[in-house]
């Protein structure tokens, strides 16, 4: 079964305190313990393929192991010592051939992650065409772009910001902006692409 990492490395973070990084650690921990569940009872044999309960339980699946795996990529790519992707990262070199200048892409990144809703904002990478876009995932479930790698994942639910910033989602989007660990996302590209 599925164990939930431990991301307590990020507390002590500019611009997100211990106390929401503990919540947020509180929340992603059931999402593990629920995506285990569902594995449990959907082999179990228990409900019986095509009955009501089958059905709500598989459906359920997939919320909670997006849950727990985009959790998992969202604190991945943070660190306490935010970084700038370098000139010779292969990361830097998509985002400037696809918007024209690492600016354009994180004035995009920001825009999207301040649309009105919940959900996430992600930098995806389609491998078969070599193609990045910024995406909204709303919810867990509904948006992923079918085949596309997640190189940057920005958590836009309440709980990942509200503690901190109240209302002001702009100022958590920069502070995420200001935490993110390019390395961990140059490393995200697929070495085949």
């Keep these: ?3 939930a990492e ?3 490395r990020l507390f002590g973070m500019p611009g997100m305190s211990d106390a929401l990084l503990k919540n947020h650690f509180t929340l992603y921990e059931g999402y593990v313990k629920n995506a285990n569940t569902l594995i449990e009872t959907l082999r179990s044999g228990k409900h019986a393929p095509g009955t009501p309960e ?10 909670e192991w997006n849950g727990m795996r985009l959790h998992e990529l969202y604190f991945e790519n943070m660190t306490k010592n935010g970084n700038a992707p370098k000139d010779e990262m292969e990361i ?3 985002i400037d051939h696809v918007w024209g200048s690492f600016e354009n892409w994180k004035k995009d990144f920001a825009g999207i992650g301040s649309m009105r809703g919940i959900g996430w904002t992600m930098l995806v990478l389609d491998p078969k065409k070599r193609m ?4 909204w995932v709303n919810e867990h479930d509904v948006g992923h772009l079918s085949g596309a790698v997640p190189l940057l994942v920005m958590d836009v639910f309440e709980h990942a910001f509200m503690l901190d910033y109240g209302l002001k989602r702009a100022d958590y989007i920069q502070a995420f902006l200001g935490a993110i660990d390019w390395s961990v996302v140059d490393g995200r590209i697929p070495a085949n692409v």
């Design 54 to 63: 089958y059905n709500e339980l598989t459906r359920r699946f997939g919320w």
């Design 132 to 135: 990045v876009f910024n995406v």
């Design 6 to 8: 431990n991301f307590e």
């Design 1 to 3: 079964m599925y164990t």
């Design 92 to 94: 830097k070199k998509v």
